[in-house]
């Protein structure tokens, strides 16, 4: 059984930032592929931006420059740091874990969502 927590959403003024973090517990052997994917009311879910093992990243073009996606093993943290935000940015953020578990299986996890929202 894999848990994940998502932190530091909230209301932020446009150009301002905010910092995402996703925390996974119980039977975690490795954590191979972390993500962020984002919704806004009436749209698809997309991927904002994705991390590998190797630390190999990936982001979605619209925030490019601006976003950055980390990890930290340790802890079996990703970090979502969102620089000059824009109202655009506005939506629930999910992050999604690839996780090996301790008896080997591959399981895929997500956040339970957590709000951003960006004022104008």
Do not use: H
């Amino acid at each position: 059984q894999v848990q994940v927590a998502e932190s530091g959403g909230g209301l932020v003024e446009a150009g301002g930032s905010l910092r995402l973090s996703c925390a996974a517990s119980g039977s975690i052997a490795r954590i191979n592929r972390m993500g962020w994917y984002r919704q806004a009311p009436g749209q698809e879910r997309e991927l904002v931006a994705v991390i590998s093992s190797g630390c190999i990243t990936n982001y979605e073009d619209s925030v490019k420059g601006r976003f950055t996606i980390s990890r930290d093993n340790a802890k079996n943290t990703v970090y979502l740091q969102m620089n000059s935000l824009k109202s655009e940015d506005a939506a629930i953020y999910y992050c999604n874990l690839v996780v090996i578990t301790n008896w080997g299986a591959s399981t895929t996890n997500w956040g339970q969502g957590i709000q951003v929202t960006v004022s104008s």
